[in-house]
T-cell receptor, first 117, second 111 residues
Framework: DAGVIQSPRHEVTEMGQEVTLRCKPI?????LFWYRQTMMRGLELLIY????????DSGMPEDRFSAKMPNASFSTLKIQPSEPRDSAVYFC???????????????FGPGTRLTVL | SQQGEEDPQALSIQEGENATMNCSYK?????LQWYRQNSGRGLVHLIL?????REKHSGRLRVTLDTSKKSSSLLITASRAADTASYFC???????????FGTGTRLKVLA
């Protein structure tokens, strides 16, 4: 298995531009998570999906952020318009189904390092 | 905001020594997990301990859980330079169904 795949690995853009981050979860996993990591705030859960349905988006910082999961093998995180304070590493993670506590291991992708100038 | 807090924030030891990291949390949990993050990489799952367990071993890793104190510790024995990384605890809040990661401990093992 290739693991969780994220693209691009690095993104440099200018303030005001739209940014789209992509994630392909591990085949067979039914939960997908988007995280943001910065030195100041650490690792923050932005949103997670269960069976392609958004379950909790309370971590999404503001309306400029949106996430979709059109099918079980693909998700996007979009920032429009981007701002310098959005600069961070964005991780996607997935996990398989099961009772909470039995299959809670999340598998992380390599991350996308976003720099907004 | 992060509810899990690791202690210490940073730790520097010599190769061969043991490294102990602690994690405190605030809510009721089903389990607690420890992850490792090498520089520039994603997090990698190390070990999971359930709320009804008190201690668990995996290779050179030993994890303890004290639900009465809402704390856990991760012990890495006979550390190696390759253990240099950040270590995070993570909990699943059974009340809110939220996954919460701690602030992390940066471990540096000197050869």
């Amino acid at each position: 298995d290739a693991g969780v795949i994220q693209s691009p690995r690095h993104e440099v853009t200018e303030m005001g531009q739209e940014v789209t981050l992509r994630c392909k979860p591990i085949s067979g996993h039914n939960s997908l998570f988007w995280y943001r990591q910065t030195m100041m705030r650490g690792l923050e859960l932005l949103i997670y999906f269960n069976n392609n349905v958004p379950i909790d988006d309370s971590g999404m910082p503001e309306d400029r952020f949106s996430a979709k999961m059109p099918n079980a093998s693909f998700s996007t995180l979009k920032i429009q318009p981007s701002e310098p304070r959005d600069s961070a590493v964005y991780f996607c993670a997935s996990k398989s189904a099961g009772l909470a506590g039995r299959t809670d291991t999340q598998y992380f992708g390599p991350g996308t390092r976003l720099t907004v100038l | 905001s992060q509810q899990g807090e690791e202690d210490p924030q940073a730790l520097s030891i010599q190769e061969g020594e043991n490294a102990t990291m602690n994690c405190s949390y605030k809510t009721s949990i089903n389990n607690l997990q420890w992850y490792r993050q090498n520089s520039g990489r994603g997090l990698v799952h190390l070990i999971l301990i359930r709320s009804n367990e008190r201690e668990k071993h995996s290779g050179r890793l030993r994890v303890t859980l004290d639900t009465s104190k809402k704390s856990s510790s991760l012990l890495i024995t006979a550390s190696r330079a390759a253990d240099t990384a950040s270590y995070f605890c993570a909990t699943f809040d059974s009340g809110t169904y939220k996954y919460i990661f701690g602030t992390g401990t940066r471990l540096k093992v000197l050869a």
